[in-house]
């Protein structure tokens, strides 16, 4: 079974039926409207009407309520865009208010994230140097680019990161990496203090 609609994509999709039903009831009006001018014309005629006249008589008035059709039309459709106009705007302000709270939301996850990875780094006793080094081989830099970002030497940064990898007792970047990984993808009731003391203990950050 398909997913229900939600309500304001039902109520959305609604509108585009709406013209249908008030345009058949217009031109049901105009024609009326038609017939009793005609027949006001025709009745409060005192002389004879030529063929002519009458032909011009029926013209004018067929004029007059189409004219009349069309306006009341155009208000129809008018009133309809309204509303969907302001569905729209209801929608569009909807969408922005689940994406500033996705946007809070993921601001909140991702300052959680630095703190357990600082804390993480400050239980392996790790430098400012070795931090700045460590942050930017999570995010996926080489050795190279870490040296010229930090404006050091590559050896720098190979000894820095030795000492990071001897620290927590992790092997080389790989592990590293995947420590930090592991843990982020883990779930929730299966994350627990790291256990860095053993290298051969499972790993992961502190929710």
């Known amino acids: 079974m398909n997913p229900a609609t939600p309500p304001t994509k039902r109520r959305y999709?609604?509108?585009?039926?709406l013209p249908a039903r008030p345009l058949t009831i217009l031109i049901i009006v105009g024609t009326f409207v038609f017939f009793v001018l005609t027949g006001i014309e025709l009745v409060t005629t005192k002389e004879p009407l030529s063929l002519v006249d009458i032909t011009m008589e029926l013209l004018e008035n067929s004029l007059l309520a189409g004219a009349m059709v069309v306006?009341?039309?155009?208000a129809s459709e008018t009133r309809i865009l309204r509303r969907q106009h302001r569905l729209l705007i209801d929608k569009v302000t909807e969408v922005a208010a689940d994406s500033e709270k996705w946007r809070q939301a993921a601001q909140d996850v991702v300052a959680?994230?630095?703190?357990?990875?600082?804390?993480?780094?400050s239980e392996w006793s790790l430098s400012?140097?070795?931090r700045g080094v460590a942050l930017l081989m999570l995010k996926?830099?080489?050795?190279?680019?870490?040296?010229?970002?930090?404006s050091s030497t590559?050896?720098?940064?190979?000894q820095q990161a030795s000492a990071i990898y001897e620290k927590s007792s992790l092997p080389n970047r790989s592990e590293f990496v995947a420590f930090f990984?592991?843990?982020?993808?883990?779930?929730?009731d299966m994350r627990h203090s790291p256990a860095s003391s053993d290298p051969d203990a499972k790993h992961s950050l502190q929710k």
């Open 154 to 158: 590559s050896a720098t940064v190979r």
């Open 71 to 74: 306006m009341a039309a155009i």
């Open 13 to 17: 999709d609604n509108r585009k039926s």
């Open 181 to 188: 990984l592991d843990a982020m993808l883990a779930p929730a």
């Open 128 to 130: 400012e140097a070795e």
């Open 112 to 121: 959680d994230l630095n703190r357990a990875i600082d804390s993480q780094f």
């Open 140 to 150: 996926g830099f080489s050795h190279k680019e870490i040296a010229r970002l930090r």
